[in-house]
């Protein structure tokens, strides 16, 4: 496997300018839907509501939403002695505005729930697509044709490939993937092993959705900005910062989960790095609470949520802002915790938090924010690289 | 593995009555969507222009569309010697009124690309979801649920389960789902191996868009029953019979490819008996044209197709007429492919037919309707049961 010819950090700073490819100007690939990325979920509690449909337990519907063992993916014990199929899917609408990193972003998406189990090899992935009905001819083949490029970018990054997929029409472009590996036992990381002393460990900064948003009102003129008095150059480095972050692979986070004897892990996304921890420390063996006491934010998007109704806007600060491949959070132990975070700093050129504890508790089982969370502004090192 | 509790016949007969689930008794399913079933696959010359993007030839995007070897499921051998992936997907939009029916083709359908391979033992499902964001409460858990008991009960059937998916909003009702199964190569039959002097076996009826349709026009009054001078209870019966048919597994039709030593088989979907009947002609080893000399059609769907404009609607006659969830079309020798027949009929109650054959050609691979091909029309063993 090499790395792509196209990179994601230039093709990120330089921004998707429709007609280099013969779109029209004002063409906003994200107005092809009225939801962004995981911020599309069915809400956890309706879904939970709708699988008391089935009683005796056979049937799991979105593991990301915690339900059963609360697995990212789900592990299929196989015929074949020692084997298992580690099998997840995932799709959602366009939330950057490049259909190419759209593609990179997909394809890290869909594998990221693979990574959080420790699972380091795909075997194989399919691609899943809704080509929007109003897209004329040749806006179609432009999308689609940069998305599939982009996917298949990081299925190569990921060392896999794409054999397979569906492609309907659809009212909005809906962008997916399955990733499937065929894993020996000792290949999956038993993620209900948190004990207290633990620390939790995050690889990505949080702050997605907001980034995400306060570009579009940028982009779309929305007069939000204004409204706001935010900071447009402010606003784009961010949105830039995470786009990058989120095309990225989570998979020497995986790898190292092994060499790190990671207790517990999970991926980061469409409920928010609480949602996610709460499900996580309920999936735990011993009975413990998950205790987050720096909230890791990509910079100034803590001010755009200050600067919103009721100070914490998209419930950035309340942790069920919604990310879009996002990182792992995990729990291991302290000594372990500060040699993962050099070594994936080391591997990735991205830093990794300690953001948080495993406490022991009479209670329930979950996850909280601590009152004396601290926020940490994260300075993105791509625009530090270049200038 | 037990039969489901809720009959398919019974239910396909009884009607979805919206008022006995507490809906408004004008809800129809399939207005939440402008599209339906298999139908909605984008067409197959935008999918390989699209394809051409990518020369390595390392992508191969809906194996449905005869991209690359033309496989229903992808085969990926895996690092674990002897055994392979076969994997598949598939989405699409409602087009029977009943969500619980819906579930059930849904599952046969996606199902229905392992067992084209030969494939009978599923190791796991995923189940994809787009909740239509115009549902109400009430309405999204109706359908919602009994979508779920249809798709879990034909997974039962199957001896297999549901253990992950993916549900999110959409404009459209979206259904769809993943099978994989991780089989040793004696598992899946080679399905490039037809020879001249082979037949052609197909195990469903074909008519299933024209059943759909004229059901559609009934059921929403549209005119043009009464326009073409139609029958109501015919147009009910076929409907009837197609969604039975459409709920059925092929799986003992997979088992038996084995037993009978197929040649070459693929399942009949969105591009019609003579569009999938071409790809598998232009995926053999031999230079071989697939004849098809007998169309067995729902009864009555052919006097539909000859009453509307031109004679042959919804390209019924010339083989381009979807099909959703259709049977499996088998090149054999002609010994085994009477055995075959008999012992399907006997396993699944319904028939199959011997509708063409495999010449040598020096021309170009591929699959024709022959000139003097003969129209078979299937009366409907379910009512005949009844009455």
């Known amino acids: 496997m090499s790395a792509p010819a196209i990179s994601v950090i230039e093709r990120a700073l330089a921004g998707f300018k429709p007609e280099d490819h013969g779109l029209p100007a004002d063409f906003i690939l994200t107005k092809l839907t009225a939801m962004k990325g995981c911020g599309c979920k069915v809400p956890r509690e309706v879904l939970l509501e709708l699988l008391k449909t089935f009683d005796d337990g056979s049937m799991v519907i979105d593991n990301d939403a915690g339900v059963g063992i609360g697995l990212d993916s789900c592990v299929v014990p196989l015929r074949h002695k020692g084997l298992n199929l580690v099998q997840t899917t995932d799709f959602f609408y366009p939330l950057v505005d490049d259909p190419y990193l759209m593609g990179r972003i997909t394809a890290a998406n869909v594998l990221s729930d693979l990574y959080a189990m420790g699972v380091s090899e795909c075997d194989n992935m399919l691609m899943l697509l809704g080509v929007a009905v109003e897209l004329d001819g040749v806006a179609r083949d432009v999308i689609i044709g940069q998305f599939m490029q982009g996917f298949k970018d990081n299925a190569d990054m990921a060392g896999t490939k794409v054999r397979g997929g569906q492609t309907v029409r659809c009212p909005w472009l809906l962008l ?212």
Chains 1, 2 share one sequence.
Not at 190 to 216: H, W
Not at 244 to 254: I, P, T
Not at 366 to 375: E, F, H, K, L, T
């Open 176 to 387: 997916g993937g399955v990733a499937s590996s065929v894993a020996a036992d000792d290949e999956i990381i038993r993620v209900d092993q948190a004990k207290p002393g633990d620390v939790l460990v995050l690889t990505k900064p949080i702050g997605g959705q907001v980034a995400v948003n306060s570009y579009e009102w940028l982009k779309k003129k929305t007069g939000r900005v204004e409204e706001l008095g935010l900071d447009e150059c402010k606003i784009l480095k961010a949105f830039q910062q995470v786009t990058v972050q989120m095309c990225r692979l989570n998979r020497n986070a995986a790898k190292l989960l092994h060499k790190y004897q990671a207790h517990a892990s999970t991926d980061v996304t469409g409920f928010g790095l609480l949602g996610h921890a709460d499900n996580l420390a309920r999936a735990q063996k011993e009975q413990v609470q998950f205790v987050i006491e720096h909230l890791p934010i990509i910079e100034y998007m803590d001010e755009i949520a200050t600067k919103m109704p009721n100070g914490n806007g998209f419930n950035l600060f309340t942790g069920t802002s919604a990310e879009t491949s996002g990182g792992l959070l995990i729990a291991m132990s302290l000594e372990n915790a500060a040699e993962y975070i050099r070594e994936i700093e080391m591997l990735d050129g991205f830093p990794a938090w300690i953001i948080g504890r495993v406490e022991a508790t009479s209670g329930n089982r979950g996850a909280v924010i601590s009152p004396d969370r601290q926020i940490h502004s994260v300075s993105s090192s791509i625009h530090q690289q270049l200038n």
